[in-house]
């Protein structure tokens, strides 16, 4: 029997590019799983139902939380999230390495159905840069940018209860830290180590910027 398939939860801001690190690592390495969410957001330009979301409605989501089918799920800014329970075994179980991009509420249920799952925090390097990529992306209205900064600044009071917290600062090194870490889950002490510092300091960046921006 083949040796079961680790569950890597992945954390960070909204912005941080979660989606692109995750993106490289699987292209780069063939043992990785990306779970892929259930959301009741709507599509952005250029996202494929099944591929980086399965989008549904309220009513379709309910459905899956009556069904007990997600591992976990969450609100975030007005929408709903979940990772759908039935992929995540079944990969694990076939040895492969189950990615998770999903926020704070999200992860702490996981590790407490799964103990043994390896929770990672990405950070930006800095506030600025956050915010700035988030209007680049050009899909949320200033409005929603707001709320999502508002809602990463709350998010970074938890930080420190992750295993580890990576710094997304240039895409190759942050993806070779993390395959290492997956390969080697007791690097995450080391990144957190040399990273929760930063944490804090974002976390009081964030909430300057949004205090100059009028929140
Ligand atoms: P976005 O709308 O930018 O794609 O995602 C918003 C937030 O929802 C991100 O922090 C992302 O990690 C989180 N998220 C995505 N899928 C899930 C999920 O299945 N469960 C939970 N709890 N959060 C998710």
Not at 24 to 53: C, I, K, N, Q, W
Not at 73 to 101: Q, S
């Amino acid at each position: 029997m083949k040796e079961q398939g680790m569950l890597v939860i992945i954390s960070g801001f909204s912005g941080v590019g979660k989606g692109t690190v995750i993106k490289e690592l699987m292209r780069r390495y063939d043992e990785y799983f990306f779970s892929v969410s259930a959301t009741t957001r709507s599509p952005r330009e250029g996202e494929v139902h099944g591929r980086e979301y399965l989008f549904l409605n309220e009513e379709e989501f309910q459905q899956l939380i009556e069904e007990n089918r997600l591992l976990e799920y969450a609100g975030y800014t007005g929408c709903h999230y979940g990772t759908p329970a039935d992929p995540v075994k079944r990969e694990r179980e076939a040895g492969r390495h189950v990615l998770l991009d999903i926020e704070i509420q999200g992860a702490f249920q996981v590790k407490k159905a799964c103990p043994e799952a390896l929770m990672l925090f990405l950070l930006p390097p800095s506030a600025e840069v956050l915010y700035r990529r988030l209007v680049n992306r050009g899909t949320e209205t200033m409005e929603k940018i707001h709320k999502r900064m508002a809602r990463s600044a709350e998010e970074a009071a938890y930080i420190d209860r992750y295993d580890g917290i990576l710094v997304n600062e240039n895409l190759d090194v942050c993806v070779e830290q993390l395959h290492q870490i997956i390969h080697n889950p007791e690097l995450a002490a080391k990144y957190k180590k040399e990273n929760r510092m930063a944490a804090g300091t974002l976390q009081k960046e964030i909430e300057k910027l949004l205090e100059e921006k009028g929140e």
